[in-house]
């Protein structure tokens, strides 16, 4: 069936550079499946989990949001921030996640309702990627 060249890449760094089997993307309307040999497409992603599968095992990729391009076999994501699931600190993001917690229950004068949900969002996914490490 062969392979697709997967790269997903933020200001800072390039988190995958890969020969992979299929990807599924969390697209803003749902997620999708991109196999070797797709038909060119842009479209944007929500912040959320990427899976791949290289050499018949499935990584995890946690994205905030930014753009899936394919085009020639190969899947470009471009991303404010992404990293491997093995990468993701736990206590971190779980640091975040109490942050944005006690904001939204704060509802301060002048929050920044959007960017508090979206921190709180982004805490979220990245302690659900780290579990489907098992
Ligand atoms: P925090 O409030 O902990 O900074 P955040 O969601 O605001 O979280 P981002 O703006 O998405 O952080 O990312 C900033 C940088 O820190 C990026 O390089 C991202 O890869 C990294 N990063 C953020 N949270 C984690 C985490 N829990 N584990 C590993 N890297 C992280």
Redesign the pocket.
């Known amino acids: 069936m062969g392979t697709l060249q997967l790269e997903v890449v933020?200001p800072?760094k390039t988190v995958v550079s890969a020969q992979v089997e299929m990807v599924v993307c969390p697209g803003v309307e749902g997620e999708f499946g991109v196999l070797p040999q797709h038909v060119s497409l842009l479209s944007a992603l929500k912040i959320g989990a990427l899976r791949y599968r290289a050499e018949g095992k499935d990584e995890y990729v946690f994205i905030?949001g930014g753009f899936a391009d394919v085009n020639n076999n190969v899947l470009s994501v471009l991303a404010?921030?992404?990293?491997q699931a093995a990468?993701?600190?736990?206590a971190?993001?779980q640091?975040?996640r109490e942050?944005a917690e006690k904001r939204l229950a704060e509802k301060q004068e002048g929050l920044d309702q959007v960017r508090a949900e979206a921190?709180l969002q982004?805490?979220m996914t990245?302690l659900q990627v780290v579990q489907f490490l098992g």
């Open positions: 933020t800072d905030s404010e921030s992404a990293e990468d993701i600190d736990a971190r993001a640091a975040a942050r921190a982004r805490a990245r």
